[in-house]
């Protein structure tokens, strides 16, 4: 690869941990593709990496919508030439106890996460495949491993720790590294509702949470930015399979 500007997809890429990420990828040299549902808001985000210096170009695209994904990235192919990385971030929650999910309310949740992650994850290797080279991070969570309140989230989260090893086994013979981080605690719009739903302030809610982080602090998106970064560098290429919990040392 030596030479050559990589290519990285990054989904949910609007704002928070996927803005923090493109931006950090961008700082490195990689060319990124902002890719979100809102093409408007994926401007604003592009734009202010160019500013910077960087290479990015901003794409609307559900991940959970199957032509729309493969179209993305064939065009993404098409028009940066290559794709090196591909970063499923995107992701919602619909919280609620169990007696109380909606059906509605674990298939968005299980769609956003899981199967958007299958659908961009087959439309990037068929061209990894062919260039045997890629890097695939995917984002799970502490949630993973079990809270109150998030059923369907920790559910797809946990999903995309399978996904994540499995992928890894099938696609390590073709130089395709896959591996996850799963955040802790980060600031960003999907923190911030959720403590608007426990009544909190955002400032409450994060220094309760920073109070019971071993490193005392909650995270920003810098904090995941910088751990995709590495896994997706070549760095990391006798990693895969792996997730990486970045929290703080708090895992709930
Ligand atoms: N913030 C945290 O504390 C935290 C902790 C653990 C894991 N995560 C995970 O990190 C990822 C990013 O979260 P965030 O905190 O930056 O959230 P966020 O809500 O700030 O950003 C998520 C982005 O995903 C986009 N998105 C949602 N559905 C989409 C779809 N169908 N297609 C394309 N884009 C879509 C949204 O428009 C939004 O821009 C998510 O997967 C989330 O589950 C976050």
């Known amino acids: ?62 991940v959970t919508d199957e032509a729309q994904v493969d179209a993305a990235v064939d065009h993404v192919v098409a028009e940066l030439g290559s794709l090196d990385i591909l ?3 995107a992701g919602v929650t619909r919280d609620n106890l169990l007696f109380k999910m909606s059906a509605d309310d674990w298939d968005t949740v299980m769609s956003v996460h899981l199967r958007g992650a299958f659908l961009c994850s087959r439309a990037a ?3 990894m495949v062919k260039a045997k080279y890629g890097k695939i991070v995917n984002t799970s969570s502490v949630s993973a491993l079990g809270n109150r309140g998030q059923a369907n989230y920790s559910a797809a989260k946990m999903g995309i720790q399978g996904l994540t ?21 980060i600031v960003t719009e999907m923190t911030i509702a959720t403590a608007e739903r426990m009544g909190l302030t955002p400032e409450e809610h994060q220094a309760k949470a ?9 995270g920003q998106p810098e904090d995941i930015a910088n751990a995709v970064a590495f896994l997706a560098s070549d760095q990391a ?16």
């Open 1 to 62: 690869m030596s030479g050559k500007r990589r290519v990285a997809f990054v989904t949910g890429a609007a704002r928070g941990i996927g803005a923090g990420t493109a931006a950090r990828l961008a700082a490195d040299g990689i060319a990124v593709v902002i890719a979100d549902l809102d093409e408007t808001a994926c401007k604003a985000t592009a734009d202010a990496i160019v500013a910077d210096g960087g290479t990015a170009i901003a794409l609307g695209c559900n």
């Open 87 to 89: 970063v499923n971030n």
């Open 125 to 127: 290797q068929r061209h």
């Open 165 to 185: 090893r499995t992928l890894a086994i099938e696609l390590g013979p073709f130089g395709i590294n896959v591996n996850a981080v799963a955040p802790g605690f």
């Open 210 to 218: 920073a109070a019971i982080t071993p490193v005392r602090r909650v």
């Open 237 to 252: 290429s006798f990693i895969t399979g792996q997730t990486l919990y970045v929290d703080g040392g708090r895992r709930l």
